[in-house]
């Protein structure tokens, strides 16, 4: 974190601070929010969940987003909301300078910081601006193929009302696709039961992803917040084939890896930590926080399927995403035993 962050007099003066003013005082408490955050780093470019301006800002989240949507309009900067990451857009400018020589040490620390960030949509952007200004010499490009997501962050983002309409909307336009389809068939066909296929179950469960199933079955059901499924199991993805580079696991091992660091965080009543978007502890890799005082150190294989010893959750028999957890195995996974 940061010492200090520069917000210059112009904030409050210069053409994008009365726009900001304008649009009222959420847009400039989060502008000013984005330029001094404890998450802030000094090119500006940096991950900020949502659930972090809401919090930090005491605003509501439909407040945050609300200030959020003026500052990108107000062309003061641009956010991800695949990543979460947003990007201040003259930020670099303000905190380091306009211009550095070749051999200023700031020119290397520029790259190393950009070097760091995680992949988001901005990276190509970011170094076109400023490759020259900070004599930068490693580009880098998303790896994100999203459709219409920059269009997206320019027009700001949806509100929580919107979001609901739409996947309203997305149900039954599936619907009467459904309808539409069940209506095509012959009429002899109609009214027939269903020819018993004893290995459907399990044809079916061998052609499914197991880092699908691994998500639903375990990581969805173990704790947070239950919003935004789609963002957060595409973050579960891109995770899981980061960690696999490193641990070789299977998606269940990374998955009840981060269902047992999730328990424990809500078990210990770490603050909000029930209310947090799987897609943000998933994006900011929370499971390497530290620890609770007193929660033991959760290994990738601890509890595994298959492994030994008695496992804190089981899976149901009727095929939903739900888990069920055994408070008992928890505590004495806690105490260090492993006794039935």
Same mark, same amino acid.
């Given at each position: 974190m940061r010492d200090y962050g520069k917000v210059s007099p112009h904030f409050w003066i210069g053409r994008t601070g009365k726009e900001l003013r304008q649009a009222g005082p959420e847009s400039q408490l989060v502008a000013l929010y984005l330029l001094t955050s404890p998450h802030a780093n000094m090119i500006g470019l940096y991950y900020m969940p949502l659930a972090f301006l809401s919090h930090e800002t005491g605003l509501t989240m439909e407040g945050a987003k609300k200030g959020l949507n003026s500052a990108i309009k107000a062309g003061f900067c641009k956010y991800d909301e695949h990543s979460e990451m947003v990007w201040v857009i003259e930020m670099a400018t303000h905190q380091i300078g306009e211009a550095l020589k070749p051999g200023d040490k700031r020119c290397t620390g520029v790259q190393n910081e950009y070097n760091k960030i995680s992949d988001n949509l901005f990276l190509s952007e970011f170094y076109e601006k400023y490759s020259k200004q900070f004599n930068m010499t490693c580009p880098r490009s998303s790896e994100l193929q999203i459709p219409d997501v920059n269009e997206g962050a320019s027009k700001g983002l949806a509100s929580q009302e919107q979001e609901q309409e739409q996947e309203k909307e997305q149900d039954q336009t599936n619907l009467s696709d459904s309808n539409r389809t069940d209506g095509d068939k012959p009429d002899e066909s109609k009214g027939k039961p269903s020819q018993e296929k004893p290995d459907s179950e399990s044809d079916d469960a061998e052609g499914q992803d197991p880092v699908d199933v691994a998500f639903e079955n375990i990581f969805w059901g173990a704790g947070l917040r239950k919003d935004a499924k789609v963002k957060a199991k595409s973050a579960f993805r891109t995770k899981y084939r980061d960690w696999k580079k490193a641990n070789r696991g299977t998606p269940e091992n990374f998955a009840v890896m981060l269902a047992e660091d999730i328990s424990l965080r809500v078990k210990t009543q770490q603050m909000g930590f029930d209310k947090l978007l799987p897609a943000s502890y998933l994006n900011g890799e929370r499971w390497n926080d530290e620890k609770p005082n007193g929660a033991p150190q959760i290994s990738a294989s601890a509890n595994a399927i298959g492994g030994t010893g008695a496992s804190w959750f089981a899976?149901?028999?009727?095929?939903?995403?739900?888990?069920?957890?055994?408070?008992?195995?928890?505590? @004495?996974?806690?105490?260090?035993?492993? @006794?039935?």
């Open positions: 899976k149901p028999s009727d095929g939903s995403a739900e888990v069920f957890i055994s408070q008992a195995a928890i505590d @004495r996974m806690k105490r260090g035993a492993n @006794r039935p």
